[in-house]
């Protein structure tokens, strides 16, 4: 179904989409979409970053502790 629009019918949605919602709409919208999109890579860094962390913490030190008094 999509794959007939082609450029034409894009061109026709966009101008409806830009009578109905006005310029300044749709640049606050997209602003809001971009800002959420620099959210969520920030939220996706900071958890991979400590899933990272806690598994350094982990494997710091397997040496069982009589084993740590020997050197």
């Known amino acids: 179904m ?3 629009i082609g450029l034409p019918g894009l061109l026709l949605i966009a101008v409806v989409v830009l009578v109905l919602f006005g310029r300044g709409k749709i640049s606050s919208l997209m602003g809001e979409v971009g ?3 620099t959210s969520f890579k920030k939220g996706i860094k900071e958890g991979q970053d400590e899933l990272e962390s806690d598994a350094a913490d982990v494997a710091k030190d397997v040496t069982p502790a009589d084993e740590k008094d020997k050197v």
Do not use: D, F, T, V
Request: glycine share 16%.
């Open 2 to 4: 999509l794959n007939n």
């Open 35 to 37: 800002k959420g999109i």
